[in-house]
């Protein structure tokens, strides 16, 4: 599950040390994690989907190809 930090959270959760997640990144994190900072308001979900290259389409794909 993809969120973004928006505070910094603090503490410990599952043994893991929660210092190391900065506001502003995106993480993509086991989904119990990501629950948790969201409830605790440490992150949002992230619903942007990862853009994708799109190769060429229609004629310049063909040329391409020859």
């Known amino acids: 599950m993809r969120v973004k ?3 910094q959270p603090i503490g410990m959760v599952q043994g893991m040390s929660l210092n190391y997640y ?10 119990s994690l990501a629950e948790y900072l969201v409830m605790e308001k440490y992150a949002i979900i992230e619903m942007r ?3 994708k290259q799109q190769g060429p389409v229609g004629e310049e794909r ?3 190809l020859l």
């Open 5 to 7: 930090i928006t505070r």
């Open 22 to 31: 900065r506001p502003g990144e995106v993480y993509d994190l086991p989904p």
């Open 49 to 51: 989907v990862r853009e």
């Open 62 to 64: 063909r040329r391409s």
